[in-house]
């Protein structure tokens, strides 16, 4: 049952991926009104927000973008940032939505950000004590108990970036229809685009969960 649980939150990640890339390339021809590219986008959300200590910067790659609250950057990816059309528009509005929860202290957004240099610590060395620790499970359980608790830590750190993430579109969606940047033809594209953005983070949160529960079922030695 497990695997088939794991099997189907893997081909669950791959149709959502897929689904995001091909919305992405759909909404990418639909331009926006007023000719804004994504950074003209994010520049003026930024502004009726009040926030002006935010630098909107380019940044490589697809589907790049994120917001830095380390340094106050939009980083929008080179296919976002210079395009009008409506996927860019709906994810700069995104990403400064983030801009905007760092601005009023949005406390789903302070504690991701609180849990982000323990989330390094244990990205970086989960898969070595989780390894180590299977294979020394009946002489020192305690090294399999660590890595379990390192990677709950990646877990409970995908799950709350769920809310994080779905405040940051709300926020978006909303200004754009009250900014004027989309309209009656448009909006239904920018909330279907954020939508399947959505998706992916709650196929990765229940994805890391699984795996979670079955390294908890191996040290429980109920592998079967």
């Given at each position: 049952m497990y695997w088939i649980l794991f099997i189907g939150i893997a081909l669950a990640s791959w149709l959502v991926q897929a689904n995001l890339k091909n919305k992405f390339e759909k909404y990418s021809k639909i331009p926006i009104d007023g000719g804004l590219t994504g950074r003209d986008i994010?520049?003026?959300m930024l502004h009726d927000n009040g926030i002006y200590d935010v630098e909107v910067v380019s940044t490589s790659g697809s589907l790049t973008d994120h917001y830095n609250p380390a340094n106050k950057t939009v980083n929008l990816s080179e296919d976002v940032y210079d395009t009008c059309s409506v996927a860019a528009a709906a994810v700069a509005a995104h990403e400064c939505g983030h801009a905007v929860q760092h601005a009023h202290a949005y406390a789903p957004l302070k504690m991701r950000s609180s849990l982000v240099p323990?989330?390094?610590?244990?990205?970086?060395?989960?898969?070595?004590?989780?390894?180590?620790?299977?294979?020394?499970?009946?002489?020192?359980?305690?090294?399999?108990?660590?890595?379990i608790i390192l990677f709950a830590a990646t877990t409970l750190f995908s799950f709350i970036t769920l809310p994080v993430e779905i405040d940051a579109s709300r926020r978006a969606v909303k200004w754009l229809s009250e900014a004027g940047v989309t309209n009656n033809r448009n909006y239904g594209a920018a909330v279907s685009a954020l939508r399947s953005a959505a998706y992916t983070y709650v196929v990765a949160a229940l994805g890391s969960l699984a795996t979670l529960l079955y390294y908890i079922m191996i040290f429980l030695g109920r592998r079967d």
């Open positions: 994010a520049v003026k323990v989330i390094s610590f244990a990205s970086n060395w989960m898969m070595w004590v989780l390894l180590i620790g299977m294979f020394t499970l009946n002489v020192f359980p305690q090294i399999m108990l660590f890595g």
